[in-house]
DNA sequence: GTGGTCTAGACCACC
DNA sequence: GTGGTCTAGACCACA
């Protein structure tokens, strides 16, 4: 399954299901159409509360991403690939906005801070090659 | 005043104090062995609650950069400069690592990311050189 | 045939059976007496489930619109049409007078709703002569 | 208080909620920059579920209505005359929409309709009239 | 005190 | 079976 989830970490579980879902569908894993998970299924599967499932459903739903029909299940929207990318797209940038604000009032450079990044997904890629499946189950 | 706070960001208030006793420590605004502001004056100052500040200064002192003498007031750690600049190139990479993971699933090649990263950097140093004060929070 | 659904409406199913029922015997494409299809044929040939068409005509029956006879089918009740209307028109009054509420609390005048009605009527009829087949949900 | 709420309505409480709290800014009731009751509070007061007033809330701040900060409370948005005016309308349009398509597809004139509206909208204005200031207090 | 999240469990509407 | 709503009650983060 190509859900999984960090109960201990500090970002809410609502969001990493969406996180993970938006991911899912940019990356090809899932495709329009095609139905995700039951509510409870999902639920059951990664052992939190089906209400928790259903509020980052919900939310994926008014994003454009996802939706729904009582009583048949939840399916990806027809145009969910173009949102979820330009959606992802959109959150890293501002990711990186901070970044630069931070770096910047560190009086980190430009240059150095490039090196960093570099690095980072360099050391990224690598661990990719030797392990190139992550499975987070358990 | 080296510290200023704004109530309508997302970012807790106690952060923001935080970040930006650290700030004015790695950019020699205040240097060690120099003594802050009292709890009590910081926050009438700020007009936020007395807690508040509390909570960051005590979170300030177990990161070593304040320390507080009985009776005398807080004061800047001797090697604090360091300590803050180690602190916030930490919270960088950590940054950078996630963005770096999110990118990575999201297929944006290396490449496109560092021109990302210079894009945001430069429109930042702009800006700066404008508007030499800003506040990039929300 | 005179019902056709639209299983990505957010309008239930079984609701868009009952209103173009309703409607097909308003219009007259349907004559009092006759015979409607049975609810196994309805249901394969819109390809959803038996119980959805099944509640469909339960309910028109009870509101007098059908009439079952045992073993030999459902027919149009002898003063449907009558009945369709008045049930119709009772729909329209309600949904009128949730508008007026609103646009009241609005502040929106008399007169400016009138305009906003008689706009969008006016700009239904024009699509209706460009394209008579038209199915207005969602 | 300005929010009252229907327990055996078939819309949903917080949508009522949500409704009620548009109206209340579109009007005028409530101003920009005013605090808005605490979750808890009206809960108690509507005699409803504390997490049922958070939804509504939460859904309001994503609509740019609402802005909520931890630990002090939920205000109304600087602009959020204009917002919530501008969704209003938007939802009496969409309402007019569906009546136009039920009252073409019944063969309701278009001056019929007019003649209905303009009916339905006197009695209205006769009520408040008589009875100016109604309060779903119990 | 405030809002935010999560759980467990219930009931309803729809297919 | 599906999703949608609501409740009661808990715990956390913030001011």
Redesign the interface.
């Known amino acids: 399954m190509y859900i999984s989830v960090d109960p201990k970490s500090s970002t809410p579980l609502y969001v990493q299901i969406k996180?993970q879902m938006r991911?899912a569908v940019?990356?090809g894993a899932i495709k329009p159409g095609e139905q995700v998970p039951t509510v409870r299924d999902l639920a059951t599967q990664l052992r939190i509360n089906l209400n928790t499932v259903a509020r980052a459903y919900r939310e994926l739903q008014?994003e454009g991403l996802l939706?729904s029909?009582?009583g048949?299940g939840t399916f990806v929207s027809p145009d969910a690939k173009a949102i979820s990318?330009a959606e992802?797209?959109r959150?890293?940038?501002q990711?990186?906005?901070?970044?630069?604000?931070?770096?910047?009032?560190?009086?980190?450079e430009?240059d150095e801070?490039?090196a960093?990044?570099?690095e980072?997904?360099?050391k990224?890629?690598q661990q990719?090659d030797t392990n190139p499946e992550v499975n987070g189950d358990e």
């Open positions: 996180e991911l940019a990356s008014s939706t029909r009582q048949s990318q992802s797209r959150m890293v940038k990711m990186l906005d901070r970044i630069a604000a931070t770096a910047r009032s560190l009086q980190i430009r801070l490039l960093l990044v570099a980072v997904m360099d990224m890629s990719a």
